[in-house]
């Protein structure tokens, strides 16, 4: 083949990447666009409003407030405040031009591991996983955003050997933990990828750090360093298990902690073999891939800290991050479903697709015709039960058991020393193609970031938190997939989109009911809310006549700064405009010890005139009657607004 048609194909290949690119880049975009002022969950939406507003009055999160998560992303919405006004939509604004970034980043992922079309098909149906399902600026989507890129960016460091790019993956690391806490899971996974970066540099006489004892590998017994590993591991392991037991129980065990115990099984699996280097070389190898890394974190953390560190609040904010989480274990855990259930619809499928690999393409084609005509049937009746209950619950289980049966595979494939299938699909320089272990650890980043951030489930796992981490289990599948090619398969194709359709027509036109077992909810929420704060989002008809009219009368009734509303409902602070004179979001936060005499003394020396008692709040219990009591007497004048109880002095 000559010089020039060797060209040709590369540009080829390389402009259909860039037009694939293009077309999943606008296609999703404009998809999520234009459902992204639809729905709410009214206390979500109040937290995370009231919460940037706070900020962007001055106050730090935890010191002058209690904030839900770790408060990095009340700044980002606090700049939406005051560029484009205060109200709902900015901030989903906001999250819309973060999701933008997110896609290029799935798709470049997507081609580590198969061709442009396939990478486009697949990049769809993550974006059809993520904004769409639930549009709500809430932190757990800023965790996914954030571990994808770092994800990218550690597979870009592999492909390249700059170590900028580790720098770049702690920078997202560090985001995702500023967004909310679970992004240390995001950390930790990155520590995992480098312990078995370290093993696969030891163990090979081609190096992925490079020549960094210049040739000389000293041969030898590693036991310091494997008692680090060890340790390392037991410390990770043991008290995520510990906790996930006592709150989730055996489920828990199935869906969290078993990835996360077989990626730690398989790299103390991996340091019984015969040693290669001596410990002090091999944490020279480690400390080469951490200190980019940890630098990356500590920039993004340092900044964060600096404000706390001048004023003196590091307690407080210590106290908000690993204290005040631990009340929340009380009232918003919610385990997932039966694990055996769970894989039931997953399991035929993975089986199914690994089957197929040694069927000829004839055969392929001919199953997949028949399975286009099964799954397009299905999707017609998708809205039923149990049809629509069986793709979730197949959503659910498929991240853990793609991390499970990728470290499978890898056990195999590092004692077999089958190096991965070359393909032309996926460029990589000539000196990284002499590595036959550069796939494999491609393909244990990805396996340790899904294993581990699927931990974002964790204590809440019901239906819309699947979505925080599907995309990720998609694209790991894909990984795993393309070892044997299967991911240029037809019945791959097929599957991927009728999964991509079944979500467009059902998935995302259900309103997710907070169930472990889904049923199928046709979306209502279709009115316009008519207040300036709304910004314009969509709700039922119910929640509109109620929040107009909630709002109507406390603005009429009312002067001055404050209002007092309670329990749950940080929403009618917000859409109504009047601060809050506590501290407390939700009300299941605040020290229950003397707590009626605080808020009669903030109610006296703020002279606050109305107040807000909501008889349906999701998370805290009704106040204490004494309270209530005090409360009814001090402001006499009522009206009763669906839930919601409005009392103000004359």
């Known amino acids: 083949m000559s010089v020039h048609r060797v060209y040709g194909i590369r540009n080829d290949l390389y402009s259909l ?50 904030e839900i998560y770790t408060g990095g992303v009340d700044y980002l919405h606090a700049l939406a405040f005051k560029l484009l006004g205060t109200n709902f939509t900015s901030m989903r604004r906001v999250l819309f031009a973060v999701f933008l970034t997110w896609i290029p980043a799935v798709y470049y992922i997507a081609t580590r591991f198969s061709g442009p079309v396939t990478a486009g098909m697949v990049s769809l149906l993550a974006i059809a996983w993520s904004l769409p399902i639930y549009s709500e600026p809430i932190a757990s989507w800023y965790n996914l955003f954030f571990a994808t890129h770092g994800a990218a960016a550690l597979l870009r460091y592999l492909e390249t050997d700059r170590r900028r790019w580790l720098f770049v993956a702690g920078v997202w690391g560090g985001l995702s933990c500023l967004a909310k806490i679970i992004g240390l899971c995001f950390l930790a996974a990155t520590g995992l990828c480098f312990l078995f970066w370290e093993h696969c540099a030891s163990t090979r006489s081609e190096q992925i750090t490079g020549d960094l004892d210049n040739g000389n590998h000293a041969r030898g017994r590693s036991f310091g360093y494997t008692a680090f590993l060890i340790l390392t591991l037991l410390a990770f392991v043991v008290p995520v298990a510990a906790a996930i037991h006592r709150h989730h129980g055996i489920n828990g065990i199935v869906h969290f902690v078993t990835p996360c115990a077989m990626l730690g099984a398989f790299l103390l699996w991996n340091e019984f073999t015969p040693e290669r280097t001596s410990s002090t070389v091999r944490f020279r190898v480690l400390w080469h891939f951490l200190s980019p890394f940890v630098s990356g974190v500590c920039l993004i953390i340092g900044l964060f800290l600096m404000p706390y560190v001048f004023d003196g609040s590091l307690n407080e904010l210590a106290r908000g991050l690993f204290v005040s989480p631990l009340r929340r274990l009380t009232v918003t855990s919610n385990p997932p479903p039966n694990g055996l259930i769970t894989l039931i619809p997953t399991l035929p499928i993975i089986f199914f697709l690994a089957r197929s690999s040694g069927w000829p393409w004839r055969v392929q084609y001919g199953i997949a015709g028949w399975l286009f005509l099964a799954f397009a049937i299905f999707t017609w009746t998708g809205d039923r039960w149990p049809n629509y209950g069986l793709i979730i619950l197949s959503i659910r289980g498929l991240t853990p058991i793609v991390v499970v049966s990728g470290i499978i595979m890898l056990v195999f494939l590092s004692r077999s020393g089958v190096p991965w299938r070359q393909t032309s699909s996926v460029e990589i320089t000539n000196q990284l193609a002499t ?37 990720l289990g998609l694209l790991t599948l894909l990984a795993v997939l393309s070892y044997q090619r299967l991911e240029v398969g037809p019945v791959f194709v097929v599957l991927v989109l009728f999964y991509t359709v079944f979500t467009a027509v059902w998935i995302n036109s259900s309103t997710h009911v907070g169930r472990r077992f889904a049923p199928y909810v046709p979306d209502d929420q279709m009115e316009v809310l008519d207040i300036d704060r709304a910004g314009g989002i969509r709700v039922r008809a119910k929640e509109k006549a109620e929040y107009e009219a909630l709002v109507t009368i406390l603005r009429n009734c009312c002067y001055g700064e404050y209002i007092f509303a309670t329990p749950d409902c940080p929403e009618v602070y917000f859409l109504s405009g009047f601060r809050n004179p506590t501290r407390t979001t939700y009300d299941f936060f605040d020290d229950p010890e003397g707590r009626n005499d605080r808020i009669k003394y903030i109610l006296a020396t703020k002279d606050i005139r109305a107040i ?29 607004i669906g839930s919601f109880e409005v009392r103000w002095k004359p």
Not at 435 to 457: D, H, I, N, R
Request: aromatic residues 12%; neutral net charge.
């Open 435 to 471: 590595k036959p272990t550069l796939k494999q650890c491609m393909l244990f980043t990805l396996l340790a970031v899904s294993g581990l951030c699927s931990l974002v489930q964790f204590p809440v796992a019901e239906t819309i938190y699947i979505f925080f981490i599907a995309p």
């Open 612 to 640: 807000v008692l909501n008889h349906r709040p999701q998370y805290s219990a009704p106040p204490p009657l004494e309270l209530v009591t005090y409360l009814r007497r001090e402001y006499p004048q009522v009206t009763e």
């Open 17 to 66: 990447r860039i037009a694939a690119l293009l077309f999943v880049w606008i296609a999703g975009g404009l998809y999520v666009w234009h459902d992204l002022d639809r729905g709410w969950w009214p206390n979500n939406a109040g937290a995370i409003g009231l919460s940037a507003e706070r900020v962007l009055k001055g106050e730090l999160p935890h010191r002058d407030f209690d």
